[in-house]
């Protein structure tokens, strides 16, 4: 029996990019009971049990305890949990499902370019039509929220079922709140973002049920899965450089730590400072550790080598949600 519960989309472009990234990882998801099954497995964990929901399922069993780990839309969440703490972590963002959710008014609105400038449109609309201008939008506590934030108070909240971006040409609203990855569908529709109508920038993110059941086995399971994830990201975003040091190894080792954050994986033989040595080096920073080796006087040949993964003696992910898991 799977000791550990994972949920992820169902469908759609969220789940194509969740499968690609698990994949990458070596932990394929395997749909059980044919394309319509609402279970799956991943590749190498036998004590994980995956479950198929929609993302804002997703976002709902996090939040109710039914599931120990989750893949969904930061929005989703934030807006059924405005304030995440002591009920959901968010482990690792992924880097894909981006999309700004924003305050998006008439482009005809040539003087309305901030909130504070919706702040007196709303003050003015109240006093000439005695009642309050309408915000169409499917997130209403994260409006409630940020509109709050900015001091804005004279309007009311339309809560939208279908295409938001339309409500202001169907006269159903005069201004919204929507998610955009573009901003083309709000140009196609007269409207325009605010400069300072950014509510939240949002990804995808791994995330965690503080109200789950975390058994000591899900938790080993929840350690396992999270070590290869940061094992796969650490060799993505490095290189191992193979280089023949001297016996002023010690020296030129730390210049590459100060210098390009390089980390050293092995070493020669113990009691032995010659020989090579493996470095681990952010790939943003590779010739910057060449200049340091040859700075330092190094000028030996220098190899470097992808892998596919770095399993590190500390395993950051879990470190982060181990501490925030209750005792």
Excluded at 114 to 135: E, K, N, P, W
Excluded at 175 to 186: F, R, S, W, Y
Excluded at 201 to 214: C, F, R, V, Y
Aim: aromatic content about 6%.
């Amino acid at each position: 029996m799977a000791s550990l519960t994972l949920a992820v989309p169902s469908k759609g472009r969220l789940q194509e990019n969740v499968q690609a990234y698990f994949a990458d990882a070596g932990a394929s998801l395997k749909q059980m009971a044919g394309a319509r099954g609402y279970r799956a497995s991943l590749g190498g964990f036998p004590d994980i049990d995956v479950m198929l929901l929609s993302a804002s399922e997703v976002a709902a069993a996090l939040l109710a305890g039914d599931v120990h780990l989750g893949v969904t839309g930061e929005d989703l969440l934030r807006e059924s949990a405005p304030e995440l703490a002591g009920r959901i972590t968010l482990v690792k963002p992924l880097g894909f499902g981006f999309a700004d959710v924003v305050v998006a008014v008439p482009q005809s609105w040539i003087d309305v370019s901030t909130m504070a400038d919706l702040d007196d449109v709303c003050a003015a609309f109240a006093h000439r039509h005695r009642r309050r201008l309408r915000i169409a939008t499917k997130y209403l506590q994260l409006t409630r929220a940020f509109f709050a934030h900015m001091g804005i108070s004279d309007y009311r909240i339309v809560e939208s079922a279908g295409a938001t971006e339309g409500a202001p040409s169907a006269g159903t609203a005069e201004a919204i709140v929507d998610i955009t990855t573009t901003g083309a569908t709000l140009a196609a529709n007269g409207l325009k973002t605010l400069e300072d109508g950014t509510i939240l920038q949002s990804q995808a993110q791994l995330a965690a049920s503080l109200l789950a059941e975390w058994t000591p086995d899900a938790r080993r399971a929840a350690e396992a899965f999270l070590a290869r994830l940061g094992a796969r990201e650490t060799a993505k975003a490095s290189h191992v450089l193979r280089v023949r040091l001297d016996s002023n190894a010690d020296a030129i080792l730390q210049a590459l730590s100060r210098d390009a954050s390089a980390k050293v994986l092995s070493r020669p033989s113990a009691g032995n400072k010659e020989g090579e040595y493996a470095v681990l080096c952010p790939r943003e920073k590779l010739m910057a550790a060449m200049q340091s080796l040859r700075a330092q006087g190094s000028g030996a040949a220098v190899t470097t080598q992808d892998v596919d993964y770095v399993f590190d003696t500390e395993n950051p992910l879990w470190s982060a949600l181990s501490a925030a898991l209750p005792k």
